[in-house]
């Protein structure tokens, strides 16, 4: 699919038809998790790598402003006495204070008719504006766990008042489940590359639809 900002109005025909229809699927990337507080402030991930940098330097003027979350996860965990543990935890204690936000792009994306929605962040933006009572949705959430990926199976529902959010990298209900440095990353892309990913058949299957669309926002 094109960028949105070249989108022609024929392309832009097609792509609202195609989500009135219920054919396309929703993937959030990690520059889509904005600020709810300040939306011109840095995306959430990239203020918990800057966070994450402090702690591992006394060295600030050495960080890159624009280091991402795996490199710095990466760092955290080579350069501190930390642990995964500590990084899980330190993870979800930056994210509580976001939970039951959301920003305005997730507003309106939770409108539209999207039956699945998959996101790449470990905040519940999407999630929150999925249960604002004037949408009378009731929205389910579902998470691949890359340490420990037996196949969970569930069903997805064709009404699209019933959408799944799927937590491809891994949820904050479960921390250890959470793809979050380089290394995790990396291990991820291979099971997906070889396929022993064991997704859900239905996600699979919606992957895999040559019907199916994919709206893309928030990969830089």
Not at 157 to 184: H, I, N, T, W
Request: glycine fraction near 4%; include cysteine.
């Amino acid at each position: 699919m094109p960028e949105l900002c070249s989108l022609g109005q024929d392309d832009w025909n097609r792509l609202c038809e195609t989500i009135r229809r219920g054919y396309c699927i929703l993937v959030l990337g990690p520059d889509a998790a904005v600020d709810p507080d300040n939306e011109n402030a840095p995306p959430l991930g990239d203020q918990l790598a800057q966070l994450l940098a402090n702690e591992y330097t006394d060295n600030h003027e050495s960080i890159p402003p624009d280091i991402d979350l795996p490199l710095a996860a990466e760092l955290y965990l080579h350069n501190t006495q930390k642990d995964r543990f500590d990084l899980e935890i330190r993870t979800d204690n930056f994210l509580q204070q976001f939970d039951g936000k959301s920003s305005l792009i997730h507003r309106n994306l939770a409108t539209l008719p999207f039956r699945l929605i998959i996101t790449t962040s470990h905040d519940r933006l999407i999630e929150t504006a999925l249960q604002a009572d004037e949408l009378d949705k009731q929205p389910r959430t579902a998470l691949y766990n890359f340490k420990d990926p037996a196949r969970h199976s569930f069903r997805l529902s064709a009404d699209p008042s019933q959408p799944v959010v799927y937590k491809l990298f891994g949820d904050r209900s479960e921390l250890e489940s959470m793809v979050l440095s380089e290394s995790e990353l990396l291990e991820f892309i291979v099971k997906v590359a070889r396929g022993n990913s064991t997704l859900p058949d239905d996600i699979a299957a919606q992957l895999a639809d040559p019907q199916k669309a994919f709206l893309f926002i928030g990969f830089g």
